[in-house]
């Protein structure tokens, strides 16, 4: 605590006629020192051991704030000490998440025959040639017909697509197909699920109708899309197409293709 210093209160003493008061006993003297009056009590002169002591306090108090503040700082505390114990772990020394998986499009033992893309292969059956317009998207093979050069009996097109899942792109490539025949009819679609962990999704939908040439001849026609899509969204559909008379006598090759197609995937 700090300490104010000033003169006592109140006015000091005034002085006794003729000097500082009657002397000691004896003959009468003018004046002389006698005791004087009494003078207010003067404080005891402080020892050099007290000063020792208060100094001594002084630094110890010194030394206990300095304490006080590296343990504030540092967080100091004893092992059971709540505020250590619930300091969070550094992240990442718990758990370390897999890595994003990428896909892989090597070719494989069976990317076999034509590919199409994104690791993607199918095995083109006999007779089944390559479309000779190469401006077309993916791969189209034409089956042509038998004895009769330059007029053909289906196709079979590959085609990829990231824009669509199975689902939406099977329906949007059969609404291609269908366009331009008459009297169409669009079987229920169908989820499947081919064997190959690969495929994600897999829809199918199958269509009949008339094509109408360019002389105005028309040909009865069968076909199916499938679409199958794999674990990175990407979807690789089989879009395929025959004169209804050879349908039945050529369907298994379509069936063959498609499951080259799911093999590869």
Not at 125 to 146: H, R
Not at 168 to 188: K, Y
Not at 210 to 239: E, H, I, L, N, S
Request: aromatic residues 10%; proline residues 10%.
């Amino acid at each position: 605590m700090s300490q104010q210093y000033g003169p006592p209160p109140g006015p000091p003493p005034a002085p006794a006629p003729g000097g500082w008061g009657p002397g000691p006993a004896g003959p009468s003297r003018s004046g002389g020192w006698g005791p004087g009056p009494n003078r207010p009590p003067q404080r005891p002169a402080k020892s050099n051991r007290t000063q020792w002591i208060i100094m001594a306090g002084a630094i110890v108090a010194v030394a206990l704030i300095a304490v006080g503040v590296v343990v504030l700082v540092t967080g100091g505390g004893k092992a059971d000490d709540p505020a250590a114990t619930d300091t969070p772990d550094p992240t990442g020394t718990l758990y370390t998440p897999s890595p994003t998986p990428t896909p892989d499009d090597t070719k494989g033992p069976n990317d076999i025959g034509v590919e199409v893309g994104w690791g993607v292969w199918f095995t083109p059956a006999k007779g089944w040639l390559p479309d000779w317009d190469t401006s077309k998207s993916g791969k189209n093979y034409m089956l042509q017909q038998f004895n009769a050069r330059g007029l053909l009996d289906g196709y079979y097109w590959v085609r990829q697509t990231e824009l669509y899942d199975a689902k939406g792109f099977a329906e949007h490539l059969v609404d291609i197909e269908s366009n331009g025949m008459q009297g169409v009819r669009i079987g229920m679609g169908v989820a499947c699920k081919p064997a190959n962990e690969s495929i994600k999704a897999c829809y199918a939908l199958s269509y009949a109708g008339v094509w109408v040439g360019k002389t105005g001849k028309k040909v009865a026609m069968r076909g199916f899309v499938t679409a199958y899509q794999d674990k990175f969204d990407r979807v690789t559909a089989t879009d395929a197409a025959l004169e209804t008379r050879v349908y039945e006598r050529r369907v298994n090759e379509l069936i063959y293709m498609n499951n080259s197609v799911i093999k590869s995937m």
